[in-house]
């Protein structure tokens, strides 16, 4: 493959001096290969086809830029991977995480490697370096699935790289076979490490797991917001149409009050509403499984025709909810202190080619806003052309992408 000169692509997205910067694109992904024998191998037996690898999730930690490539297909060369941010290449190749051991799928009879992961959508680089992997167990989803293992929540110890804690969700967690776990949010600030909670969204069986790191034990928290909106299924994305009945996905941890809670902004997939609860009753067991707890969760408003949204995620210093856009191919942005009604939500960034089903997004540290765009739904409705640049991963500065529209304050 050509290797291209490291420099910044720069995308102008309308607003004067908002430039978004293309960091790297692919037309199809590779992997860092121990060697070429153990690549030819797993092409000859199916395990790695280029085509079938389609990036999904992204956060950033350090100078590794994770990336998952969830086993929609078969041919996954690997699901938890990460990029190092100092690659000269435009397009680089893979890097399994930890390593390639515990991403390699176990053979028919094999029992998997202690700490393998099966098939991962998203995750979450925490404020105590540690990375928090939803692990769905799950391999060749749109052909013959196969639960390999339990859906955990797997906790890496981003220094040594070590596994600190898997996690397998309980049978009452899970709803049969309806339940689709693609979703991560962690609440944790860097003096409450031991504290953690962790909400993990059910897309598919309508609800949300509470996970409290201090009791290592989970609940499954039910409510009619997580249900998705059969007016708002229908969508069309870089023209194709599909519809889809995906309930609760994107959330996002408002700031920590006095007390250390937070509000969780919450919405379904297929619904153009956001909601809101606060961790007080999450993170309450018995609060959160109560019936008569139904009014404590809140509509904050609508944000208007097409804003259906994979991902979200908070902005602290701003006050500012980011949102994707997959009908507007792009990032909208809402600040709480304004009601939200389709006149209060701002297009953060757009760009009708480049960012085609922006399917995650992420605040690093450094409140760079990283996107993830993967035209997903060609890739599962019609297939990819493995001539064209089908993902991008794109960044632009936090304050840059607000500046001009209605979410500064
Ligand atoms: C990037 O950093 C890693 C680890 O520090 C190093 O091994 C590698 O050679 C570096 N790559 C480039 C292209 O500078
Ligand atoms: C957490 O709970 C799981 C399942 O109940 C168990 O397998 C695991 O050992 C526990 N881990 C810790 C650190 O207590
Ligand atoms: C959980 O909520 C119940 C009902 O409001 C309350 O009585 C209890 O004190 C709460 N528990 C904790 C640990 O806050
Ligand atoms: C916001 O936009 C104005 C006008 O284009 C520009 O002068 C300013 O530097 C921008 N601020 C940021 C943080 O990008």
Redesign the pocket.
Known sequence: MMKLPLFAALIYIGR??AVLEEVFAWKELDFDWPNDEFKNDLVKSGEYVAGNNLPLGVDRWKDKLFVTVPRWKSGVAASLNYIPLNSTDKSPKLVPYPDWKANILPKKGETPEENHIVSTFRLKVDSCDRLWVMETGLADILGEPSQISPPAIVIFDLKTDKVIRRYNLKGTDIKGDDSFFANIVVDVTKDTCDKAFAYVPDLGGYGLVVYSFADNNSWRIKHNYFYFDPLHGDLTVGGVNFQWTDGVFGLALGPPNENGFRTVYFHALASTNEFSVNTQVLRNESLATDPHSYELFKLEGNKGENTQSTASVFDEKTNVLFLTQIQKDGVACWNPRRKLEPANVGIAVHHQENLIFTNDIAIDSDRNLWILSDKMPAFVYKGLDPLEINYRILKIGV??AI??TRCVA
Request: proline letters at 0%; charged letters at 35%.
């Open positions: 004067a001096a304050d840059e500046n001009g």
